[in-house]
C-alpha cells in the first residue's frame, strides 16, 4: 500500500513583512529600555517607601505609649499617618514611572471640596472629636455638664460624646455642640467643696453651732482627712443668719456626700435644741387718742 504525502511549501517574508516585524521589534525594544529604569526606580522607591513608613508607624506607637496618649486617640493618628504616608509613597512612584499626577489631584481635590460640603456638619464634628481627644477636656469617667446635660462621660467618640445622667438615661451629644460651648468639669480636681446653706435664728448660739456643722462634716461620705470644714456667715436677716457650712470631699461621691450633708445637719441641729430661721413678727400697736 502506498501513503501519499502532502508537502506543502513555506513561504519565506516578503521584504515589507520582515520590515514592519523589525520595526515592531525595535520599538518594543526601543520602548523596554526606556521604560524598564523607571520600572525598577518607582519599585524600588514602593518598597523602601513602604518599609520606612512601617518603621515610621512604628515610632509613633511606641512614643505615643510612652508619653500616654489616650487610647481611644491612638488608632486613629497611627491609621491617619499610615494613610497619607503611603499615599505620598504611591504618588511618587506613579511620578518616577512618568504618570501625570497633577490632574489625578486636581480631580481629588474636587471630589474632597463636594464630599467636604455635603458633610460639613459631620466634618466639624469629627474635627471637634480629634481636639477633644488631643487636648482632653475632659475623659471617660469624668462628670461634666455640656449643653446643658450633667452626666458621666462613657464613651468619647470621633464624632459623638455619651453621658450617663444620674437617673441613666443617655445623652449623646454632637463634639461640635461641645467645642462651642463652655465645658463643665466637677471631676477636673482631687477635691470638691459640699456647701450647705444652714439659716439659724439670731438668738441661737452660733458658736454651739459651728461645732456641731464642723462634727457632722468630718462624718461626710468621702470627706478629705486634714482639710477644714468651715461655716462661715454669707447672710444676716432680722429672722435668721445663715452659715455656709462647707466641707471637702472626693468629687465622685459629690451627690452622696451633699444628700448626708444636709440630712445630717438638720437632725443634728434639731437634736442640740438650735432653732432655725423664724418667721417674721408682725408687731401692732394700738395708740388710743
Known sequence: MVQRYTIRHFNPLTPNKMEQTEQKVGAFVGFFQEFAPKLVGALI??????WIANI????MQRRMEKTKVDESLQPFLLSLVNVLLKIMIVF?????????????????GAAGLAVGLALQGSLSNFASGVLILLFRPYKVGDIITVGGFSGTVKEIQIFTTILATVDNRMIIIPNSAITSGPIENTTAYTERVVEVLVPIDPTQDMSKARTIIETVGKTVPGAIGGMPVSSPV????????????????????YLDAQAYFREALKNALQEA???GEHEPVMEVKLVQQ
Open 234 to 253: 454669707v447672710d444676716v436677716k432680722p429672722t435668721a443668719v445663715t452659715l455656709a457650712a462647707r466641707v471637702w470631699v472626693q468629687p465622685l461621691l
Open 45 to 50: 522607591v514602593l518598597f523602601i517607601g513602604l
Open 273 to 275: 435644741g438650735i432653732a
Open 56 to 59: 515610621i508607624v512604628r515610632m
Open 92 to 108: 511618587s512612584a506613579a511620578g518616577i514611572v512618568g504618570i501625570q499626577t497633577t490632574s489625578f489631584v486636581a480631580m481629588l
